[in-house]
């Protein structure tokens, strides 16, 4: 089998996990981990022959984007301070401890390899523990706080081990120049995320096909990644920056072919990349044996030390933070959390892609031509901790939500969308109050689509009318409903007789294509 056959089988196997998933309840990002570890120990699968340093340009970047768009820059600025506390002190002091407890094991290595370490497996994986949150149903603000998480803490992480490869390669390291490379990485890819979405907000204004725009869409990550890893920027906070801001600022509220095609190309790329990465981490099993050589047995002991670190540090400092948050909140909704859900915040931190990237991006050889000190037992053991986080803490997470009682808010959420639709109603009487004034519409025409939107309001808001009213109303709405049951089956048999047309000869396929299109858009309004 050929890399190219292998790339295909886990593609294929990134789909079909998807339903299995649901089945299961297991997530698929540690199905398709535990899939990678199979395939690893069979003989007829080969080795992944991948650059290290091309897996976060090609991995990282689109995944983070995904999130990125599905934020806003309201929310983080609301949520700032556990934004501060999880994504870049929580890293901080994890490498710090992680250096001191390896560099304790290990003394013959240097500090820098030991804060490599430390940095490399310090940021939790935001796919990953975003797809085992939503898994188990965690109320939306836990899953929120991962999301933030996840998103920034790659940025200090990266960083970090950056300038500490560095000094281990070069043998010389400075701390102003550490601090003064860390804030000028920031600036950069805070300038090139701005700068970027600007330009593509102007460039997309100009294409009118939807596909045009999500195809530009594509390669915005890419390019906020590269251009600021180029200009000595973080890469990763580029791609953040740029996403939130296309996010806020590129939305056109009547753009609604765009929405539906990005919304669903994003999904798309979500599920195959999410399926390589995290296959990719099982497939590496091989390289990693190899890399720590044959004693890789007595490394066990090291591997378990800095994962129980790892694991205790994030729950030490996440229960005073979480007290801090909640003594300091002003309110939000999003911050202040119960220390049950604090535990289930702790038991979320899983590794993933990240750290296998950077560890396997690891230089064989120093400048002065020497082996990397200690690569072989930092890759193993950053294997160890993904492998451990991934499988032990999240395939055991739904087990610890339910023997704690967490109740994903299932009915707040849905007052909360009520909340919205009833808003966009009342938007729309807005509205038509306005275009009644200013074109002078017939009186019937008028009524017509007042008593339709009045419909929807009481539906999702009967709070706001008087009983009687509300009583007429619902009925209205059934009926409503009955019209909209019968119009169902009108699109469907219209589709029928399109599909059939496709086939006969002189019809044009493209234009049923194009009546097919417009018959799905008027059968998922709302």
């Known amino acids: ?36 570890l199979a395939m690893a120990v069979i003989p007829q699968i080969p080795n992944v022959a991948v650059d290290p340093d091309l897996i976060l340009p090609l991995v990282l970047p689109p995944l983070i984007f995904a999130v990125a768009r599905r934020a806003s820059l309201a929310y983080f600025k609301a949520n700032l301070r556990s934004i501060l506390l999880l994504a870049v002190a929580l890293v901080v002091v994890t490498t710090t401890v992680v250096a001191a407890a390896f560099h304790q094991l290990a ?55 950056s300038l500490a490869v560095e000094a281990v390669v070069d043998g010389d390291f400075s701390v ?25 907000t102007k460039v997309a204004a100009l294409l009118d096909d939807p596909t045009q725009q999500v195809a530009l869409n594509l390669l915005v990550p890419f390019a906020a990644y590269t251009l600021a890893e180029e200009t000595e920027g973080s890469g990763v906070l580029a791609v953040v920056v740029v996403g939130l ?55 066990l002991g090291e591997a378990a030390v800095v994962i129980a670190v790892v694991v205790l540090v994030r729950l030490v400092w996440l229960l005073p933070a979480a007290w801090i948050s909640k003594r300091l909140s002003r309110g939000e909704d999003d911050i202040p959390i119960s220390w049950r859900e604090t535990v289930v915040l702790w038991w979320s931190g899983m590794r993933g892609v990240a750290t296998v990237a950077l560890a396997l991006a690891i230089p064989l050889t120093t400048h002065a031509g020497a082996d990397f000190p200690g690569r072989g ?37 849905e007052q909360q969308e009520r909340r919205l639709w009833g808003r966009a109603a009342r938007a729309a009487l807005g509205r038509l109050a306005e275009l009644e004034e200013q074109d002078h519409l017939p009186v019937e025409l008028v009524e017509k689509l007042r008593a ?39 699109i469907a048999a219209s589709r029928r007789e399109m599909v059939e047309a496709r086939s006969e000869p002189g019809v044009d396929p493209a234009l049923v294509d194009q009546v097919l299109r417009g018959l799905d858009l008027r059968s998922e309004r709302k």
């Open 377 to 413: 037992r930092i890759v193993f053991i950053a294997f160890s901790v993904v492998l451990f986080t991934l499988l032990v803490q999240g395939l055991s997470l739904p087990w610890l939500v339910r023997r704690l009682g967490i109740d994903p808010h299932l009915d707040l959420r």
């Open 245 to 299: 801001y296309l996010a806020d600022r590129a939305a056109d509220a009547d753009d609604v072919s765009y929405r539906l095609v990005g919304g669903a190309f994003w999904e798309i790329v979500e599920i195959l990349i999410t399926g390589v990465a995290f296959g990719l981490i099982g497939l590496e099993l091989a390289t990693v044996l190899k890399d720590a050589g044959s004693g890789w047995h007595s490394m």
């Open 176 to 200: 102003p120049h550490a601090l003064l490379r860390f804030t000028l990485s920031a600036v950069v890819a805070v300038a090139i995320g701005v700068v970027l979405g600007w330009l593509v």
């Open 107 to 161: 003394p013959e290595l240097p500090l820098a390899a030991a804060v490599a370490l430390g940095a490399l497996i310090s940021p939790p994986d935001p796919v990953a523990a975003v797809a085992v949150a939503g898994n188990v149903g965690l109320p939306r603000r836990l899953v929120s706080m991962l999301e933030s998480e996840g998103l920034f803490n790659d940025v200090t992480a990266i960083v970090v081990y």
């Open 452 to 490: 339709r939107q009045h419909d929807r309001l009481a539906r999702l808001c009967p709070e706001e009318y008087e009983e009687e009213e509300a009583a007429e109303v619902r009925q209205r709405v059934s009926n409503l409903r009955r019209l909209r049951s019968l119009e169902q089956e009108l």
């Open 1 to 36: 089998m050929g890399q190219l056959s292998l790339l295909f089988l886990v593609l294929l196997a990134s789909v079909v996990t998807m339903p299995l998933a649901r089945r299961t309840g297991v997530p698929q990002p540690i199905l398709m981990t535990v899939l990678g």
